[in-house]
């Protein structure tokens, strides 16, 4: 067996209005070349202006990743020739990116492992290309949208792990707004860097870019893993290359060796002058970072003593993890509030395609609601109907309740009256009952049958064993 | 053909109109087209623009590398010659703006990387003082449409001496100001932390009221300078005494200069003179040392930054978003195609050069070097500027060269003489050049470079000099008409 060491590089695109360096719209589009103005095709005269709200977001990355920020954010030119990169240079960081230095938790199999991140760089995406046989079309739509890219140190040793880490960078974007990294859309985009090894020095690693899925990536990392192990097995030795993943044939191919590989020639982007970062931009952008989703998890499990995989549902999407937040703050139990959104919210959201923030029901509706039921004013069971009709007719729920007259009767006299006037009627089955035959059931069926199941279950079942036991 | 103001006056109180003065501009264009090759493209049509600012109306002509919509602009290049911009230049646009009327769009030597006029690919350029000679460049064009007084001024571009350099040639007023005074929008770039705006006039004040229009703040510009309260019209006739000048002795002293021909002995004694004369009008004028060393590393240094950035900048030029379309077998090879065929010999080489200091292996050594070189400059200017208020010096080491005049390799001493006009550039100091005599029949020039952000205080030196020195509006007599 070998040590595997994975290194990851993550591109995400940045949610803005406009694009990194330009004022063209950043936004999807299915119509090509919709979105884009002279500086995203780089005529000649342009100039880059730099997007504050791009590298603000950059920065509230870069400390959500508890990277060091620097003093001044600077640019610099990547310069090399291929037509998705229209001006044959991208403006990228390489002196001073937004963020070195930093880490994050991930949890892998319920285990806690630090992730450290080398350093976090905003620079812009090339055009997208589609290829035909004989010739090939360029969308700029994507051209100078800003990217940003996560570099991780060596030091992720198996493919879980990975993955965990994917899964949790993508969950910061996510929670951080600073992205909506829908991977379906390539808006987050993965380069794999591998090595195997037999002790604790790192061995000859081998790179794949642009691996356009999780599940993707998993595959890559098994096949490239696989083919080393081969090769080391018969003693061959691997070559330092980048290589593509060729998902159909599950193989990995020789792109170039590292003796090809292209000098970028970088140097400082003369168009941009340094840009100073003030304490005060800080604080302002820290405050903005809302609790992410590893501290939630731990303050679900430690605090609301919620099981790992409860904690892990609710905070998959932020916007259910708030919701439940905003539960507990009104008055409910973590527990009854996570039970309801589980079993029966997040089941409704997932059959009509819907989000949290954009559903009828509110928080203080679900604390109305389930306040009723442990008042003894509704059955759980009814709670359910309730929540449904509630969402069917965008009522809250005690107006659902009165409408229905799903209203529990509570009342012991009324209950009482019905019991007495039943057993009078059968005399015959209260003396099965003294027999040790269950006759019981059929009282609790009539009541609920004369109070059309209105009748609080438990307080009936009490009052017919008291009025039983009374004769 | 007469100064901004001379013109100003002229249409106010209508002696001429600006219709008038288009068709005299236009007809002498192309009158003197075949003979000098000033222009790519002649602008037949006049754009009518009315603004009451102190240029609506006045002719001028718009160097072939500022972006105009719909009017061809080729930066003197095969690569684009059929390019036709779909954006304004803020340069172009502020002109428009203030009601100038665009005359043509001027040849310069190849994407601006030259200093002969001879590079473009419509021909070369001529000077109008001896047709057999050259006009220099980039601005080459520019320089030679003012100097034949076809427009009053013409805007150019200045990355080594680009403005500042054909306006000694020709005899006229060329001035850059500040870094980022004037918003580089639109302008194509050739090295873009040394590429500066400028302008070829007749005199000094058409100098500063053609960058009173140009100067401010541009949002499509990070570099550009935010906006002053001053005009430099306003303040270019303040008293100058007790400014204190400072000239170069490693440059300027004639026992330096044994084996220098003729020429450039007289030139170097005629400076003289210039000094004496500013000594009479009150400056105070030192001569001062300079460490030869770092003077002999300007002219390397700029080769250096100015080919890296180059060779960047103009990566946009593969023909495949505009331009001409190579032929080959898969990308690269139709990329290589364009460009193989976009640029003459010239322009590769600096590319290839451009490449080899951005190299990793060679980058320390080399690009830094060059950029460590440009700081050390650059301060010891700074630390002169703290004494001094501007540095005189003669623009040329020489008259306009003619065109089969051998380049020898020439000597450290003579490219120290003849190059220094890029500290301008490094440091972003705002730099003129005005006339200041003859030698052998052909216009000579001095220049003033002054502090950084102290356009005004430059421009006010510099006008209080061509006072005295009395070569103002210059035109040879058989094209003064």
Not at chain 2, 451 to 456: A, M, N, Q, Y
């Amino acid at each position: 067996m070998y040590k595997v060491t994975i290194g990851l590089e993550v591109h995400c695109e940045v949610k803005t209005n406009s694009k990194n360096f330009s004022s063209a719209k950043n936004s999807y589009s299915e119509y090509p070349n919709e979105n884009i103005d002279t500086v995203d095709i780089g005529l000649p005269g342009i100039l880059p202006v730099a997007n504050k709200e791009a590298f603000k977001k950059a920065l509230m990355m870069a400390l959500a990743l508890n990277c060091k920020t620097p003093d001044i954010v600077m640019f610099d030119r990547k310069n090399y020739y291929y037509p998705d990169l229209p001006k044959g240079y991208q403006i990228t960081q390489e002196t001073k990116p937004v963020g070195v230095d930093g880490y994050i938790m991930v949890n892998v199999n319920g285990e806690d492992k630090k992730i450290n991140i080398n350093n976090i760089h905003l620079e812009e995406d090339t055009a997208s290309l589609d290829h035909f046989n004989d010739y090939s079309l360029i969308d700029y739509n994507r051209a100078g949208v800003p990217l940003l890219e996560t570099v991780t140190e060596p030091c992720i040793h198996s493919i879980e792990e990975a993955l965990a880490f994917l899964e949790a960078l993508k969950g910061i974007f996510l929670y951080t707004g600073v992205s909506d990294a829908r991977i379906d859309r390539g808006e987050m985009r993965v380069d794999v860097n591998i090595s195997l090894s037999k002790d604790d020095t790192l061995g000859t690693r081998t790179e794949m870019k642009n691996i356009n899925s999780f599940n993707s990536v998993k595959l890559a990392m098994e096949t490239e893993i696989k083919r080393q192990t081969e090769l080391l097995d018969k003693g061959e030795v691997i070559e330092q290359e980048t290589r593509r993943f060729d998902e159909e044939n599950m193989k990995t191919i020789r792109l170039r060796s590292k003796a090809d590989a292209i000098d970028y020639k970088y140097y400082i982007e003369p168009n941009i002058p340094p840009i100073i970062i003030s304490d005060d931009l800080i604080d302002e952008i820290k405050k903005e970072i809302p609790m992410l989703q590893f501290e939630r998890i731990e303050k679900y499990m430690n605090e609301y003593m919620l099981s790992r995989h409860d904690s892990e549902i609710l905070v998959k999407d932020k916007k259910v993890s708030d919701y439940f937040d905003e539960t507990v703050k009104l008055g409910l139990t973590p527990k009854e509030s996570s039970n309801f959104i589980m079993s029966v919210i997040l089941g409704y959201l997932n059959k009509f395609d819907m989000t949290i923030d954009k559903f009828f029901f509110t928080p203080n509706m679900l604390y109305d609601l389930i306040t009723m039921v442990n008042k003894g004013e509704i059955s759980s069971k009814q709670s359910k109907e309730v929540f449904l009709k509630c969402c069917e007719e965008n009522k809250e729920p005690k107006k659902i309740v009165k409408e229905l007259g799903v209203t529990q009767i509570t009342d012991d006299k009324t209950i009482r009256d019905i019991v007495i006037k039943r057993l009078d009627e059968r005399p015959d089955l209260i003396e099965d009952h003294r027999k040790g035959k269950n006759t019981f059931n059929y009282f609790v069926g009539e009541v609920m049958k004369e109070t059309k199941g209105k009748a609080n279950p438990s307080l009936t079942a009490s009052i017919i064993k008291e009025e039983m036991e009374k004769r | 053909m007469k100064t901004i103001m001379d013109l100003r006056e002229d249409l106010d109180t209508g002696k001429v109109t600006s219709n008038e003065l288009f068709s005299i501009s236009n007809k002498k264009a192309h009158e003197y087209q075949d003979e000098f090759n000033s222009f790519v493209t002649i602008v037949d049509k006049k754009e009518e623009q009315e603004s009451n600012t102190l240029l609506s109306g006045i002719p001028y002509a718009l160097k072939d590398n500022f972006s105009t919509t719909g009017i061809l602009t080729t930066a003197s290049s095969n690569i684009l010659k059929d390019y036709v911009p779909v954006y304004d230049a803020t340069v172009y646009k502020k002109l428009k703006d203030a009601g100038a009327i665009l005359v043509g769009k001027t040849v310069l030597d190849e994407l601006a990387m030259g200093g002969t006029g001879t590079t473009g690919h419509t021909g070369i350029v001529r000077n109008p003082w001896d047709k057999n000679r050259q006009i220099g460049g980039s601005s080459s064009g520019s320089a030679s449409a003012v100097a034949l007084g076809i427009v009053p001024f013409a805007i150019g571009s200045d990355t080594g001496d680009s403005v500042r350099k054909p306006a000694c040639f020709g005899g006229i007023v060329g001035f850059k100001p500040t870094y980022g005074r004037i918003s580089r929008y639109g302008l194509f770039a050739f090295a873009s932390s040394l590429d500066h705006v400028g302008c070829l006039t007749r005199c000094v004040k058409d100098a500063a009221i053609v960058t009173d229009i140009l100067k401010g703040k541009d949002e499509r510009d990070m570099t550009s300078l935010p906006d002053e309260d001053i005009k430099y019209s306003d303040v270019i006739d303040n008293d100058i005494k007790g400014k204190k000048l400072f000239y170069i002795k490693e440059i300027t002293d004639l026992n330096l200069y044994k084996d220098a021909g003729e020429e450039t002995l007289e030139i170097l004694n005629k400076f003289k003179e210039v000094i004496e004369k500013c000594k009479k009008l009150g400056f105070i004028v030192e001569e001062i040392s300079f460490d030869e060393q770092l003077l002999k590393a300007i002219y390397p240094t700029y080769i250096t930054i100015s080919s890296a950035e180059a060779t960047s900048n103009n990566s946009n030029l593969t023909g495949i978003p505009f331009g001409p379309r190579g032929n080959g077998n898969n990308i690269n090879e139709i990329m290589f195609d364009a460009r193989t065929k976009g640029f003459s010999e010239l322009i590769k080489r600096r590319f290839i050069l451009g490449s080899y200091v951005l190299q990793k292996e060679n980058q320390e050594r080399l690009f830094k070097n060059a950029q460590r070189l440009r700081h050390l400059i650059v301060d010891k200017m700074n630390e002169l500027f703290k004494t001094y208020d501007a540095m005189i010096l003669p623009a040329s080491g020489g008259i306009a060269p003619k065109f089969d005049s051998e380049i020898d390799r020439m000597s450290d001493r003579y490219l120290m003489l003849e190059n220094h006009m890029v500290i301008g550039n490094f440091g972003g100091f705002p730099s003129i050049t005005i006339p200041s005599g003859f030698v052998s029949n052909m216009p000579i020039g001095i220049n003033i470079t002054g502090r950084v952000f102290e356009d005004g205080l430059t421009l006010n030196i510099a006008n209080k000099i061509e006072e005295a020195l009395g070569y103002k509006g210059l035109i040879k007599e058989e094209y003064d008409v």
